[in-house]
């Protein structure tokens, strides 16, 4: 029996979360998390309250999460003694052998009782927590300790593993595991001539005005390309300000937040997938965005940056062309050549495809999670999951 321990069950862009409660260990599985909402999805017995919520609950949703997301990282030490009570005795109760806690920052806070519960914890870095936290004394302190008590830390890239050696920890602690994808949910696309996609969050590290910025450049040469963008946040009305400023509006298309099913269709229609991703101002980064994989998926070549655990998937020049961080002209003269030469795009997507298959398919994740955790392996199909927005 496992535990999976997470802040929020039904956060839009978490859907790999969602997938580790479905595929790692299906019918043995219990949830404990801070909110509620989302988490009665599984069908598993669930703990909640953990940590207790804050008045930030009372905020509106699109406020509230990502303030209790600071709220957590910035103030929290570790959950109160009748809390971490609660986490041992549930522990306990439903016989739980191994803890897999996501993002480092709440590894950090359930520790405790997982060492009084008497059960293996493994705690699964992502982006932020791995890139902006141990820039603090404070969490680099509460991160060693985390090493130390820990069976295991998985994180999604081996950029990301080494930065985490950097602050403490042990090297033979560290399990590299990407997220991954149903492929057959992602089957390869129709091209439509001169169809640029991008799919995630307009946050400083997507950058998505960069992208702009670099097909503002060649849009002249190829007034049959369009550019598709899905996603929302912070950097949206930057975004739409520089397309009316390029005068783009009449080839950029701004989706907003969207279905899985949408994206799933954007990419059925997409001949280049795009995404400039850089190192925010703070430290955030990437951990391997899993819109990337999807697309690879899809056939589609991606031209994206050289940046954190990108080049780990997209194999330049064969699978799609990287840039380095912020280099727009490069980004600009590698859309350009890949809209010149459909047939060489086509060829890096098959090949990207191909990739994928071979080394970051929901199984390959969950079979690399499993031996991580020393955890029975099976054989069991994999029913279809939610598509993944990072």
Request: glycine share 6%; net charge positive; charged share 25%.
């Amino acid at each position: 029996m496992i535990a999976v321990v997470s802040q929020f069950f039904n956060t839009p862009s978490e859907t790999f979360i969602r997938d580790h409660v479905r595929y790692l260990a299906p019918g043995k599985t219990v949830l404990i998390c801070q909110e509620p909402d989302g988490a009665d999805q599984f069908g598993y017995p669930v703990l909640s309250g953990i940590p207790r919520p804050s008045r930030l609950s009372r905020l509106p949703s699109r406020i509230a999460i990502p303030a209790r997301q600071c709220w957590l990282a910035f103030v929290r030490e570790g959950i109160c003694k009748s809390d971490e009570d609660r986490v041992v005795e549930f522990l306990k109760a439903h016989k739980v052998n191994a803890v897999l806690v996501e993002y480092l920052t709440m590894g950090a806070m359930f520790a405790p009782a997982c060492r009084r519960a008497g059960v293996r914890l493994y705690a699964h870095a992502h982006g932020a927590d791995s890139t902006v936290m141990p820039r603090k004394r404070l969490w680099r302190r509460r991160y060693r300790r985390l090493f130390a008590m820990a069976d295991g830390i998985i994180t999604p890239s081996r950029f990301i593993a080494d930065r985490l050696i950097q602050i403490g920890c042990p090297n033979e602690k560290l399990h590299v595991s990407p997220c991954g994808v149903l492929p057959e949910r992602f089957t390869p696309s129709k091209r439509e001539s001169g169809r640029l996609l991008f799919v995630g969050r307009f946050v400083e590290k997507k950058s998505p005005h960069l992208a702009i910025e670099a097909f503002a450049r060649i849009a002249s040469r190829f007034p049959e390309a369009r550019f598709d963008f899905v996603g929302d946040g912070p950097l949206m009305a930057r975004s739409k300000a520089l397309v009316e400023q390029k005068t783009l509006s009449d080839r950029v298309s701004f989706h907003g937040s969207r279905s899985t099913e949408f994206v799933q269709g954007m990419m059925q229609n997409a001949a280049i997938f795009v995404q400039h991703s850089v190192t925010a101002r703070n430290g955030d980064m990437e951990g391997l965005p899993v819109s990337i994989l999807e697309a690879m998926a899809s056939a589609l070549p991606v031209v994206a940056t050289r940046h954190s655990g990108i080049p780990g998937a997209v194999v330049d020049g064969e699978t799609g062309i990287l840039v380095d961080e912020h280099d727009i002209e490069g980004m600009a003269e590698a859309l350009a050549s890949l809209l010149a030469e459909p047939h060489r795009a086509a060829e890096m997507g098959e090949a990207g495809r191909q990739r994928v298959l071979d080394h970051f398919t929901q199984r390959h994740t969950r079979d690399r999670l499993r031996h991580a955790m020393v955890l029975p392996a099976t054989t069991e199909s994999l029913d279809f999951a939610e598509g993944q927005v990072e």
